[in-house]
T-cell receptor, first 112, second 114 residues
């Protein structure tokens, strides 16, 4: 069963703690993305990666970090430097030629 | 950078009626325009897309039209059903063929009433 998985579905953390969100895909897609969604707003790009060991900042990268050590995995770390981390985080992947993007089910992060 | 505006923010239609959602974009270099449907608590689902060399695309009850001159594109849903109720997002992409970002509109909450 192919697809994009994100875990966990819900995540609670105390203010000041770093937290890592998981994203895995078995679609053999080259590109992967992280978006943030806030209520009443569209999705905003945090980071994206076109190939293994390479990634680029999106519009709102401050306070976030990523790695791309394997084609299938693109974890996102929300650091304590992110001033307003509570949001719905969505991972996506894209096959060549990088037009369609397919989204995972999302992780809702709440920082208390 | 690209900016996408989407209207209306909410739309209520009766079952069986048509629904139209409109988006405008700012950068004439954008050349790929997808539409996503998002149900509560879930990730967005790609429902239809259109490239800049095409003016209209249809898939069963949904269709998308693109006016490159005016820089706007629209989603049309005919014979709406209760399961069409969701939030719909339009998006635009610069530089087709590279892993660049999608710029999203702010969404339209569609409610189909019985």
């Amino acid at each position: 069963d192919g697809g994009i998985t994100q875990s966990p579905k819900y995540l609670f953390r105390k203010e000041g703690q770093n937290v890592t969100l998981s994203c895995e895909q078995n679609l053999n897609h080259d590109a992967m993305y992280w978006y943030r969604q806030d209520p009443g707003q569209g999705l905003r790009l945090i980071y994206y990666s076109q190939i293994v060991n390479d990634f680029q900042k999106g519009d709102i990268a401050e306070g976030y970090s990523v790695s791309r050590e394997k084609k299938e995995s693109f974890p996102l770390t929300v650091t304590s430097a992110q001033k307003n981390p509570t949001a719905f985080y969505l991972c996506a992947s894209s096959p060549l030629p990088y037009n369609e993007q397919f989204f995972g089910p999302g992780t809702r992060l709440t920082v208390l | 950078g690209e900016n996408v505006e989407q209207h209306p923010s909410t739309l209520s239609v009766q079952e069986g009626d048509s629904a139209v959602i409109k988006c405008t974009y700012s950068d004439s270099a954008s050349n790929y325009f997808p539409w996503y449907k998002q149900e509560l608590g879930k990730g967005p689902q790609l429902i239809i897309d259109i490239r800049s060399n095409v003016g209209e695309k249809k898939d069963q009850r949904i269709a998308v039209t693109l006016n490159k001159t005016a820089k706007h594109f629209s989603l049309h849903i005919t014979e709406t059903q209760p399961e069409d109720s969701a939030v719909y997002f339009c998006a635009a992409k610069l530089r087709s063929g590279t892993a660049s970002k999608l710029t999203f509109g702010t969404g339209t909450r569609l409610q189909v009433t019985l």
